[in-house]
C-alpha cells in the first residue's frame, strides 16, 4: 500500500512562516521525484513545487517564488515545503505527489500522478 502522508499545516497570518512535510511509505521512494500542488475553494489544483530524486533539480511555480523551498530528507523518501511570507491567496490545500521521474513531469504531466496524498490545509488570515 503506497502512502504519502502530509503534516505541518494550519492557521498563520499573512506575512508569516510555515514548514510542511511528507512523509512516503509503501515502497522505495527514493528514486522519484515529488512535489507540492495546492487547491483553494472553487479553484482547480495548482502545481506549487517539484524536486528531482536527488534534490539537485527543483521547479516553482511563478507564484510562489522566492517565498516556498522544497527540500528533501536524507532518506530521500521525505520532503518539505518551507514557506515564508505567506499571503491570503496561498490559503488551500496542500497536496503531496510523487512519480517516477523526470521531476520537471509534476508540472508538465499532472494527470500522469498516480501517488497523492490526503491533504493539509493552509490557512492565511489578513
Known amino acids: 500500500q503506497v502512502q504519502l502522508v502530509e503534516s505541518g499545516g494550519g492557521l498563520v497570518q499573512a506575512g508569516g512562516s510555515l514548514r510542511l512535510s511528507c512523509a512516503a511509505s509503501?515502497?522505495?521512494?527514493?528514486?522519484?521525484?515529488m512535489g507540492w500542488f495546492r487547491q483553494a475553494p472553487g479553484k482547480e489544483r495548482e502545481f506549487v513545487a517539484a524536486i528531482s530524486w536527488s534534490g539537485g533539480y527543483t521547479y516553482y511555480a511563478d507564484s510562489v517564488k522566492g517565498r516556498f523551498t522544497i527540500s528533501r530528507g536524507n532518506a530521500k523518501n521525505t520532503m518539505y515545503l518551507q514557506m515564508h511570507s505567506l499571503r491570503s491567496e496561498d490559503t488551500a490545500v496542500y497536496f503531496c505527489a510523487a512519480r517516477p521521474p523526470p521531476a520537471r513531469d509534476l508540472l508538465r504531466k499532472p494527470s500522469s500522478i498516480d501517488n497523492w496524498g490526503q491533504g493539509t490545509q493552509v490557512t492565511v488570515s489578513s
Open positions: 509503501g515502497r522505495t521512494f527514493s528514486t522519484y521525484a
